[in-house]
């Protein structure tokens, strides 16, 4: 497992079969221990996000993922939480990773106006 000090700030990819999923954090450990938590514990209220129930479906053990830190930054660079799903969404984007991955939505929500 990576250890990251709670103190960074990380974009993190997990490729599973080939579909990416992209998320940040500032604590990577702890987040690792919540995805798990989420995943296989069906009191979890995100139990059902598309990258919980695939991982499900092909009968993957926690053992099997690997997650690999693509960016890391300071905390102190990136404490503006618009800047941190701002570089999420740049990876998000790279891969593609809402319509043809893992991620159920966008960092960035924008409003589309009429």
């Known amino acids: 497992m990576t250890y990251i000090n709670n103190n960074i ?12 999923y992209i998320g940040s954090c500032w604590d990577f450990n702890n987040r690792l221990y919540n995805h798990k ?3 296989y514990n069906q009191n979890s209220e ?20 690997h997650f690999e830190v693509i960016y890391i930054s300071e905390k102190l660079e990136t404490q ?15 891969y593609n990773s809402v319509l043809h991955g893992l991620n159920s939505t966008n960092a960035i929500r924008t409003r589309i106006n009429n």
Request: some cysteine; overall charge positive.
């Open 9 to 20: 700030f990380c974009v993190y990819k997990l490729n599973v079969n080939n579909k990416i």
């Open 37 to 39: 938590y989420n995943c």
């Open 46 to 65: 995100k139990y059902y996000l598309k990258v919980y129930k695939y991982i499900r479906e092909q009968n993957l053990q926690w053992t099997d993922l």
């Open 80 to 94: 503006d939480n618009n800047l941190r799903r701002q570089t999420e969404q740049i990876y998000i984007d790279k």
